[in-house]
């Protein structure tokens, strides 16, 4: 019997309202939410840090109670790594959420991701060369990308929830594949097809319009109301990807072709914790209206070693912001950063990295590309990470002096001075992992 697989989020602040829509019509066995980058893994350390009961995703009750009702009653399974740094209390919070609602769930909750005991300060951040003792980096936690092998053992208690921490966006996907169709985890071909099906589906409007969108050449229709994407999974792997009808967007052969490449550095090669999967023999055929056939996805032995994401504290991000408009602006706009600069170099002896952007300019790519453009409304951005807190708010007030020590034609200031975090990856031994599944009963 065909499974079929909803995406309920793509990322952390993904919207709402389509997976209530998928909960409801969408007829579906599972329902996944994707909602942790590493970011906000990091983040979610830093708050735990500051509160023991918290680290978990901060619209996990949002979201849940917004399809919660409806899955209980047409018997979908939803799968989540919405526990981020703290699993145990996000299945806590959801026990609660469904006590409130009159509902009797069973959410199995997945640990073991966290290898923060196993990092210190003699451990090599491959990306910089360093030690964390040699970077000078404070330490908020650590995470290895789990598989779907950590999931397994959590659908084998029949649960309402699955939540997880650090778990790899297509594993999501692939543990509900490989459970009901009873795939081997060393089946390279079936989990490489799997994986393929989690990558499409992992960031849900992408693959229905919405990143695919670029007028005129890319036009996709009722973008504002685009629908998730549901992935209908046949046991050798091949699947539909397609919506709910009614919806905004499409999917097409372009979309899912997008969506495949999306982040993958070599086709032939994409690792994961449960495969090498191989996209570079995949079909895409279109079937129907907004249904594209997926097959020929492949896969190897899966790598020695599980990747991990050591989040560090970043000290303060100061961001400072000012306009400036008429003809001319850019040349006051220069001067302004100018300013700033010279400024928080000789007068505060500022020795941190200082990012000065000039918005609707050279905004993105800084001093990388140059070009002359012609705008008579420009924003100039100042921005600096440091550890120095009276250093960053120094920042800040130098650019709000504009207002009165600038060039003319100037005005809008916002400032902000928010925590930061910065990652690196590392490499953990499997062995090192300790997987434990406990099942909380509202």
């Given at each position: ?276 999967a191989d996209f570079s023999h995949v ?21 020695e070693k599980l990747k991990a994401i ?120 499997r062995s090192s992992i300790d997987v ?7």
């Open positions: 019997m065909t499974l079929r697989i909803g995406a309920g989020a793509g990322f952390a602040g993904d919207r709402i309202d389509p997976a209530r829509d998928l909960a409801e019509r969408g007829e579906l066995d599972f329902l996944a939410f994707e909602c942790l980058a590493e970011r906000t893994l990091a983040y979610g350390h830093l708050h735990r840090m500051q509160d023991p009961a918290k680290g978990y995703h901060h619209l996990i009750e949002r979201r849940l109670g917004a399809v919660l009702k409806a899955c209980v009653a047409q018997g979908v399974t939803i799968i989540t790594n919405m526990g981020v740094a703290n699993p145990r209390a996000a299945g806590e919070v959801v026990v609660e959420l469904a006590r409130r609602e009159g509902l009797k769930i069973r959410v199995a909750v997945v640990e073991g991701d966290d290898v923060t005991a196993s990092i210190d300060n003699g451990t090599l951040l491959p990306e910089i060369g360093k030690t964390i003792g040699e970077a000078g980096l404070r330490l908020v936690g650590a995470n290895a990308y789990l598989g779907a092998e950590a999931i397994l053992p959590a659908l084998d208690e029949e649960p309402h929830i699955v939540i997880t921490g650090r778990v790899a966006d297509p594993s999501l996907f692939l543990a509900p594949l490989a459970h009901r169709y009873g795939w081997a985890l060393d089946d390279w071909a079936l989990l490489g097809a799997g994986t393929a099906v989690g990558h499409l589906l992992e960031c849900t409007m992408q693959v229905t319009g919405g990143y695919f969108a670029d007028p005129p050449h890319k036009v996709v229709p009722n973008i504002a109301h685009l629908g998730f994407p549901i992935a209908e999974v046949e046991p050798d792997g091949s699947a539909t990807i397609t919506k709910l009808d009614g919806t905004g967007g499409l999917v097409s052969v372009l979309t899912v072709k997008e969506q495949l490449m999306y982040e993958v550095h070599n086709p032939g090669a994409y690792l994961t914790p449960d495969v090498t079909k895409a055929v279109e079937v129907g209206a907004d249904r594209i056939a997926v097959s020929g996805a492949l896969g190897r032995q899966r790598p050591v989040g560090f504290d970043g000290g303060f991000l100061a961001e400072g912001e000012f306009s400036y408009a008429g003809p001319g602006a850019i040349a006051r706009a220069q001067l302004a950063a100018q300013i700033v600069e010279e400024r928080m170099r000789t007068v505060h002896q500022c020795g941190e990295i200082i990012r000065l952007d000039l918005i609707g300019v050279n905004a993105l790519h800084a001093t990388a590309i140059q070009r002359q453009a012609q705008t008579e409304d420009v924003r100039i951005r100042a921005a600096m990470r440091t550890a120095d807190r009276e250093m960053a708010q120094t920042l800040l007030a130098e650019v709000e002096s504009l207002w009165l020590g600038g060039p003319a034609g100037g005005g809008g200031y916002r400032g902000s001075l928010t925590p930061s975090v910065t990652t690196h990856a590392v490499f953990v031994e434990k599944v406990e099942v909380l009963l509202s």
